[in-house]
């Protein structure tokens, strides 16, 4: 048996498209398309590339971006004021503060200071509790695209055994939340989890969001499980080059799952995807409110 290869590329397209048509009639109802705002602080080279992607695909599903770049030194006062001024622009529905921040901010205190009706991140403390406690929700987008790639291998996810392995709020938190929601039975594992492997093994669904680079191995992984790849690391070669790997062993995995993502083409597009879809959201909850 292979696994059947979840294609995030092109569910990520599909979704992008269906943003676009809401986004047109946004515009067409309200005189305005819907506004996302970035703020970058320092240069970081990774963090440059997220900006630059996310304002693309904005401007292509017809969504108005909006970019601030501001220097590492930034004061935390001037960021905090920076959101305050978004937060009161009613052109603005969506204000993503690109992390990490430098280490002289504190994220916590920038994020609890966005407006929760336009954390298109979802990271804001109201919306995660909304989202734990069964409230409509912006939620995290890396979360939500994974569970859209879930959903379409499987279906119907009431009653499987889902392990997640992380526990950050920006995936691991999130997706069990995400993943108990929609009925699963959801095991949340982390740095301190005892036998990793046998939790692993009896799920259907497994979301590795680690950071570590091909941790999860095929003798881990039930025959026919649906494996999602969160992980983005780059490993170096022996050749010197680098290389994009996730945090599964994907060609041990292969074989054995149902369905796997890849790294990359798998995650990372639903992401952005589920940025503009946010977005839309924001823009239509604050037009009805
Ligand atoms: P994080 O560092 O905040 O959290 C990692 C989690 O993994 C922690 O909860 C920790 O307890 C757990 N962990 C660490 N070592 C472990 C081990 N050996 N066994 C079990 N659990 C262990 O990371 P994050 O922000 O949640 O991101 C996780 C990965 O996902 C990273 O590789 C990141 O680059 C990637 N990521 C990808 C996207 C995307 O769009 N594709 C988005 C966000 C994060």
Redesign the pocket.
Known sequence: MTAILIDGKARAAALRAEVAIGVAAFAAAHGRAPGLTVVLVGDDPASAVYVGAKGKACREAGIIAGEYKLPADTAQADLLALVAALNADPAVDGILVQMPLPRHIDSDRVIAAIDPAKDVDGFHPVNAGRLATGLDALVP??PS?CLMMIREALGDISGKEAVV????N???KPMAALLLRESATVTI?????AD?AGHCRRADIIVA????PL?VKGDWVKPGACVID????RIALPDGKTRLVG?VDFAEVLPRAGWITPVPGG??P??IACLLANTLKAAMSRAAS
């Open positions: 987008c890396t695209g392995i992380g526990r950050s920006i995936v691991g594992a982390h740095s301190r989890t990793l969001a680690v950071g570590v941790l969160v992980g983005m690391n945090d995650v990372g639903m992401t």
